[in-house]
């Protein structure tokens, strides 16, 4: 499979290949990741990027699937979470300056988590994220992302990047 191809591959084509190993979650994690390093540039969507942490949950996941103790669909799979969603250890600012140091305590979610997208505030910098969208849907920086409607944070950058109307 070429790496290239990973970031248009949905959720479940993911899936379908890290069950029977024709995929390793290490690959799909380093490809996500290579992908933003290139395109996050360009269109701010992350706050944060937890490299280290995807990498070492990534590899986890392919040890247990390589011992046959394979979870479910989402086992192995790279995802985002809005900087709304509260993970331990983890900055979450709610797209506000307020928030620039706060982090956590709580239980952290388990699943490959590489990356914090960027929520809408009512502060015009938000960290410098979005300048053009918190969404990069046409960009494909990762198979399926946690989305949490917070009043504002979907209709208007959705809007305004052109996905929806």
Same mark, same amino acid.
């Given at each position: ?18 069950? +029977?190993? $024709? ?5 799909? =994690? ?20 937890? %490299? !280290?942490?995807?990498?070492?949950? %990534? ?6 699937? $390589? ?12 995802? %985002?979470?809005?900087? $709304? ?17 706060? =982090? ?5 979610? %388990?699943?490959?988590? +590489? ?8 502060? !015009? ?41």
């Amino acid at each position: 499979m070429d790496r290239s191809d990973i970031a248009f591959m949905s959720a479940a084509e993911l899936a379908s290949a890290i069950e +029977p190993r $024709q995929l390793s979650p290490v690959g799909a =994690v380093e490809a996500y990741l290579d992908r933003i390093e290139r395109i996050d540039p360009k269109v701010n969507s992350y706050i944060t990027v937890c %490299a !280290d942490d995807a990498r070492r949950d %990534a590899e986890r996941a392919e040890a247990e699937i $390589q011992r046959g103790e394979y979870r479910g669909p989402l086992h192995g799979i790279p995802m %985002a979470v809005k900087d $709304q969603i509260h993970t331990k250890g983890i900055r979450t600012t709610d797209g506000s300056k307020i928030g620039a140091d706060f =982090v956590p305590g709580i239980r952290r979610l %388990a699943s490959l988590l +590489p990356h914090r997208t960027s929520t809408l505030s009512s502060e !015009d910098d938000n960290f410098g994220s979005y300048r053009i969208s918190p969404f990069p849907f046409r960009g494909k920086v990762r198979p399926f992302l946690s989305l949490a409607e917070g009043m504002r944070s979907v209709p208007r950058p959705s809007t305004s990047c052109g996905v929806s109307t």
